[in-house]
């Protein structure tokens, strides 16, 4: 995976551990969302306020998990924009150990810019394009 120039704290929760201890395979879907919201938030591209105006949807996931997290760990996740197309985008996400060396899951997902007016899926937003190629470095075309 490459460089991620973002990272946000996540708080293991009791009810994310499964009878086995660890974190239920389900609750990383929430931590890499919890990331991906503050990430949008971050590049100061949505408010926080009305998810109608987030401006896309989910699409697609993929996680590999490497290692158990405990909820003694503190963990953080990385997210970057790996791909700008046309009506989507490609995020990949680092699950770590905040101060450590531990790798707990890799991933990647794909939103598409969706009306949830219209409830249908659109270009992506100039600004949006503009402001995650000057972060992240992605070269447009």
Known sequence: M??????????VRYGDLDPQGHVNNAAYLT???HAR?????HLDL???KSFLKIGFILARVELDYKAPILMTDEI?????????GNKSLDME???RQIGGPTIY???????????YQTGGTIPLRPSWRERIAGFEGIAQE
Do not use: H
């Open 31 to 33: 931590y890499l969302e």
């Open 37 to 41: 919201v503050n990430y949008i938030r």
């Open 105 to 115: 899951g890799e991933g990647k997902t794909v939103q598409v810019a969706y009306d």
């Open 2 to 11: 490459a460089d991620f120039k973002f990272f946000f704290p996540v708080i």
């Open 76 to 84: 953080e996740v990385g997210v970057r924009t790996s791909r700008l």
């Open 46 to 48: 949505w408010d926080g």
């Open 93 to 95: 996400y680092l699950v």
